[in-house]
């Protein structure tokens, strides 16, 4: 096995990569401590920015958390081995955007929750918040885990030139470390305004990286598009209901995946809980989604330029390059490697860590306020404490609860250098899929509290389980995956379903279960 030192001396960059690299990290660096000293110990500050951060900064720091590293690394992937049938999603992501806003976010800024499973605890009762709370941990682990693995992927061939599992983890440890080190300074200040620095640089990366392969590619653009028409790359439309992103499957599976993951997942809602009254948050909410759809088309725009540069020598003629692409995983990054020149090359990888710190930055931040919030803090009161010196250790969990969850979100990732399928999953059905384990469960139980009056502390608790459970069977393949990779015992084929068919299982069983319970009358809580 190759040994560490001697993958280091393989670093591929050059100095003027490296330079353009340190600026971006120093910058990010700067922004984390110029955040914590405008709220030195503050809970409220530190958890939520004083409910006082700007509309649009909040918006595009959603915009990054959602695309994260599997948008940067998996967009490409996903229109140079396929077509555009993840553009449906938009549509998905726009009726689930009118739910949250008008039912979700009205509701968390009148319960005044600091993550919105408080809400669970306000509804239903303490063991409702809590298991709500650890199911989103569960799942924000094991996504975001999926994420650090995604974006390992390509830092490791670039700095190290390959992406064998000894190098992968290095790379892992490496980005978990950044990352949690601004997120413990500034705390969800400094991940927004982070968030608004990262985003312009992976967007000005692929914009970049389109203007270049427009012209190494020899062909005008009706030829182009004739091209991918002809090899059925430009579909966007997909009926057939087995595939992930059918149009049936986009209106109910997937228009409830984003419904969770824009009002159940406080990864995301914590953005929004930063503005100041409902009104500015659902309208931050509204403009990050407008801004994601030309975002997301350029990812898939530059996949298909690619697929004719490297799939259609035909037409490249002499302008084809001299080598191949044998894993769509590595298509982008090795033509930013082998084709991209010095100096642009170091603003491609910062922009790819711009990618992944978007998403692990909100994570680490989202974690640890629900730890504060959902356990330590009922904890505290509980034995009396209150005051600043509460705040102050408020603050001081957070901060070492971000510390554990980095070391766990990196063990996660190295976890799934060993589980993922290249043959059954893209990069971003596999790091979306995983969210489903938590999502079913939780998005069920927050319909019932919303939408109905009924539910309880005990049907709520076994309708987020009943969701993951369900979710659990409808995965027979990830067990026959664990059993070849870690037993070496072959189970055979599996049955797949596709991800919308399984979230709709799993919310309507949630949903059913949690509605048998008769809603209690309770006395809404005052945090302190």
Known sequence: MTSVPLILAEFALGGIDVGVIAVYLAIVVWIGVASRRSH???REEFLLAGRSMP??????SVLATMQSAATFVGGPQESYAGDLTYLATNLATLIAVIIVATR??????????????????????NDAQRCGSMLFLMGRLLASGARLYIIAIPFSL??????????????????????????????????????VLQASVYIVAVIAALALLLQKIPLDIGTVTEALAHDDKIRIIEWNP????????????????????????????????????????????????????????LFLLLGSLLYIYYQRTDLMGDAAP???????????????????????????????????MSSLDSALNAMASTVVADFYRPWRRSRGSRGAVAHERDVAVARMSIAVFAALLAGVACVCVRMYDAERDTLISFALGIMIFAYGGLLGVFLTALFTSRGNNHSAV?????????VVAMRPHLWATWAERFLNTDLGETPAIALPWQMCVATGVSFGICALGKRPTMRRRTAV
Request: with cysteine; hydrophobic share 55%.
């Open 242 to 297: 087995t595939n992930v992103y059918s149009i049936w499957g986009v209106l109910t599976g997937w228009t409830l995946f984003m419904i969770a993951a824009l009002g159940t997942d406080q990864d995301l809602t914590q953005r929004m809980l930063t503005c100041s009254s409902p009104k500015r948050s659902a309208t931050s909410l509204i403009v990050s989604t407008i801004m994601s759809w030309p975002v997301v088309m």
């Open 104 to 125: 979700f976010l009205p509701a968390f800024y009148r319960a005044r929750v600091t993550t919105v499973y408080e809400f669970l605890g306000h509804t239903f009762g």
């Open 322 to 356: 001299a080598y191949a692409i044998n894993d769509s995983r590595k298509v982008f990054i090795e033509f930013i490697r082998m084709e991209i020149p010095a100096g642009l090359r170091g603003l491609m990888l910062a922009g790819l860590f711009a990618a992944a």
């Open 40 to 42: 030195p110990g503050r």
């Open 55 to 60: 509309v649009v900064a909040v918006a595009i």
């Open 462 to 470: 076994a309708g987020m389980l009943a969701g993951f459970i369900a």
């Open 158 to 195: 670039f700095a190290f030139g390959s992406i064998n599992a000894e190098v992968m983890m290095v790379s892992i440890i490496i980005i978990a470390t950044i990352a949690m080190t601004y997120t413990m300074i500034g705390g969800v200040r400094a991940v927004i305004w982070t968030d």
